[in-house]
């Protein structure tokens, strides 16, 4: 070739390592492709083949998500593994490239971000396929798990609603400890080993892209050397605002259960905040109003009384994010959002915000109720959405959130603004707009149950998972760390005691089955209040922050300009570049937080002071063991909880437990007078959950 055809002498070069990666001679081309002008050619060209593959992989998804078979399932792996192969094969071809010498920046991180594979990294393709299969059925486990009564074994409870409403409104002690235990005993417990395998093929896979384990990949998405210390810095800051909601929480579940099962100076049975995961304690707001006969901030009776359905609730909330100048839902939102739970089949009702990544087409799933929660988890959902459509025209790799808590954070922040009562009352929910100072303490000991009361739940589950991920947690103490941390940083304990060799307590929980990272959403609960603040000034609002509507501001337009300024970044640069383009500063701080809270924190100094803020007490709530379906060995040395009596493992030292009169399933009922079988209640609550296990399979 003449001298100086530098462009062709590239394409050849190019052309000799497609070669040399089909015949498989190495990976990385000896010299690298240093033309930009190439490498932007292949940034576009990957981006269209990005889009559809990715495609075909989030309808599989959606399509199981949406409708829990098996032939659904393996759909759904099956297009995980091409998106996979797909990944794998593209980072090769990136690394023909010397992108890590480019001039251009923008260009060395797009690289950057599509050489990193992850667990796609995987060498072994059968090893990549189990992992697919192991996270598929933990995800089925999870999702079809039922809890059926001990008298009753026919009448099996779904977690959403049944589950859902039992924790949320029932104030009998024992039957929400049934509803709690009865949920880990039908999913925690068969999550266990799967889980355990499911970690070290992931820590396999991540290895092969360089990390050390799955923990250190999933924190290298904050881009933040010092990424555990901020967090830390930020809980400290925090801490004393949940010891005064616990210590005054605490006191009122006192008044409510007695002091018998709730301890004035220690954690609080983990059973009685109104949630199965005790992660956010609104459903006990009637338990603990600060001043009941003052009104309170909970629109779903009107909501009802107005003919609300799913559909306008989500109207409405587009209607907001256009009020705000953002991009309106596309049509086929309308079209393919799944917004109530179907009644022919089963699906994954956890809502859920989707990317499809190819024309515009963005979707919710959601099994909506009518209720103010809802109503606000629909405005958090939309937000995802809106975030999916500001970045649209990003190439590929940079559609994400600035880092993963982002995403979240902008979910929450329009729902700060939406649930004040000014704006409610601006929507006509909220009939009466009151100025009255113990009227906003009210409201703000609700936003306090929902965000205040999740912040060490928040911090702590990716805490255990990355002692599990790096080895620190071994499977033989996963559930004894898990409640280790909950009751450090939570105050609570469990209602009845934990077996270390079957319960795995982690499983109950949606995230951690579903392979899904949680600091983002303590980050996010962090910084959704910088966001609100610089919202607010930017509005030209001057509410203090707590009764801050942002889209009520004369400078709306403004702050809305800025919003979708950071939003439609994406993740093309480092987060705090976004950061800084909203909220002028560069750097996670508790300050929004604490001057948002600030009233409701005097106010609860006053009411605490002849509290004790902490839980050193070691304490733990009494349990009735024969009184609540268990089993004592007949030796008398311990209780036998129900799902631990005949399951084919000896817990009585005594092996009274698996005893086979006890454990005899079909016994002749004499007073019947006619022969009939008879099923004793705790096996039939046994062979329920074998029965779902069958059908499930």
Not at 375 to 394: D, R, S
Not at 610 to 631: A, H, I, S, V
Request: with cysteine.
């Amino acid at each position: 070739l003449p001298p100086g055809n530098s462009d062709n002498m590239a394409r050849l070069a190019g052309l000799l390592c497609a070669v040399l990666l089909a015949l498989s001679v190495r990976n990385v081309c000896p010299q690298g492709i240093t033309d930009e002008g190439q490498a932007w050619d292949f940034i576009w060209d990957y981006n269209a083949k990005a889009e559809r593959t990715y495609y075909d992989s989030v309808v599989a998804a959606w399509n199981y998500n949406t409708n829990l078979t098996p032939e659904n399932s393996q759909l759904a792996v099956a297009a995980s593994l091409s998106e996979a192969q797909f990944d794998k094969e593209v980072a090769q071809n990136a690394s023909t490239f010397d992108w890590q010498n480019f001039n251009n920046a923008t260009l060395k991180r797009l690289f950057g971000k599509i050489t990193g594979l992850g667990t796609a990294a995987q060498t072994d393709q059968a090893k990549l396929e189990e992992l697919s299969n192991v996270l598929s059925d933990m995800d089925n486990i999870y999702s079809t798990g039922k809890v059926c009564e001990y008298d009753n074994p026919s009448s099996c409870l779904a977690l959403n609603p049944d589950l859902y409403n039992c924790l949320s409104s029932q104030r009998d002690y024992d039957r929400l400890r049934f509803c709690w235990e009865g949920w880990r005993d039908a999913v925690g417990r068969r999550l266990g080993d799967p889980y355990s395998k499911f970690v070290d093929l992931s820590n396999e896979a991540v290895r092969a892209d360089g990390w050390n384990d799955t923990g250190e990949y999933w924190r290298s998405w904050y881009e933040t050397a010092d990424f555990q210390q901020q967090l830390e810095n930020i809980y400290q800051q925090l801490q004393r605002l949940y010891q005064n909601l616990h210590a005054y929480v605490r006191r009122k579940l006192i008044n409510t259960y007695g002091a018998d099962m709730v301890n004035d100076k220690g954690p609080i049975p983990a059973h009685l905040l109104g949630n199965m995961w005790a992660q956010t304690w609104g459903n006990i707001y009637r338990l603990v109003v600060p001043f009941p006969d003052k009104p309170s901030i909970d629109v779903t009776d009107e909501m009802v009384r107005q003919g609300y359905d799913a559909h306008r609730m989500f109207n409405l909330s587009d209607q907001f994010f256009l009020e705000m100048g953002q991009i309106p839902m596309p049509d086929s939102f309308w079209d393919r959002t799944m917004f109530v739970k179907p009644d022919d089949r089963e699906v994954v009702c956890h809502a859920s915000a989707w990317d499809f990544f190819l024309d515009n087409d963005v979707r919710v799933k959601m099994c909506t109720k009518v209720n103010q929660e809802d109503l606000i988890t629909v405005h958090h959902e939309m937000g995802h959405i809106e975030y999916f459509l500001q970045y649209a025209e990003q190439p590929f790799p940079f559609r994400d959130g600035a880092n993963p808590g982002f995403h979240e954070a902008v979910g929450d922040l329009l729902a700060l603004s939406v649930s004040t009562p000014a704006h409610l009352h601006k929507i006509g929910l909220l009939p009466e707009l009151v100025d009255d100072p113990e009227v906003d303490i009210n409201f703000l000991m609700q936003m306090a149950l929902e965000k205040i009361a999740f912040l060490p739940f928040g911090y702590l589950i990716d805490q255990w998972r990355w002692g599990v991920f790096d080895g620190s947690i071994t499977p033989d103490t996963y559930n004894e760390e898990w409640w280790k941390l909950r009751t450090q940083y939570q105050g609570i304990v469990p209602p009845v005691p934990r077996n270390p060799d079957k319960d795995f307590d982690p499983g109950s929980k949606y995230h951690v089955p579903a392979n899904t990272p949680y600091i983002r959403y303590f980050v996010s609960f962090v910084i959704q209040f910088q966001f609100h603040e610089a919202m607010c000034r930017l509005a030209g609002s001057t509410e203090p922050l707590h009764k801050c509507d942002a889209s009520a501001g004369p400078n709306k337009e403004l702050a809305g300009n800025k919003l979708a300024e950071m939003l439609s970044m994406g993740k093309n640069q480092p987060w705090p570049e976004a950061f800084e383009v909203l909220t002028g500063s560069r750097e996670m701080s508790a300050s929004a937080i604490l001057q948002y809270f600030a009233p409701l924190t005097d106010w609860l100094e006053k009411q605490n002071e002849n509290e004790t803020l902490g839980w050193d007490n070691p304490w733990t709530p009494p349990y009735d063991c024969e009184g609540t379906g268990g089993f004592t060995c007949t030796d008398g040395s311990r209780c036998i909880r129900p799902a631990d009596k005949c399951d084919g493992i000896q817990d009585c030292d005594d092996n009274s437990d698996e005893d086979p009169i006890l454990c005899d399933t079909v016994t002749t009922d004499d007073s019947s007078g006619n022969g009939s079988p008879k099923v004793t209640s705790t096996t039939a609550a046994v062979l329920c959950v074998l029965f779902t296990i069958v059908v499930m399979t």
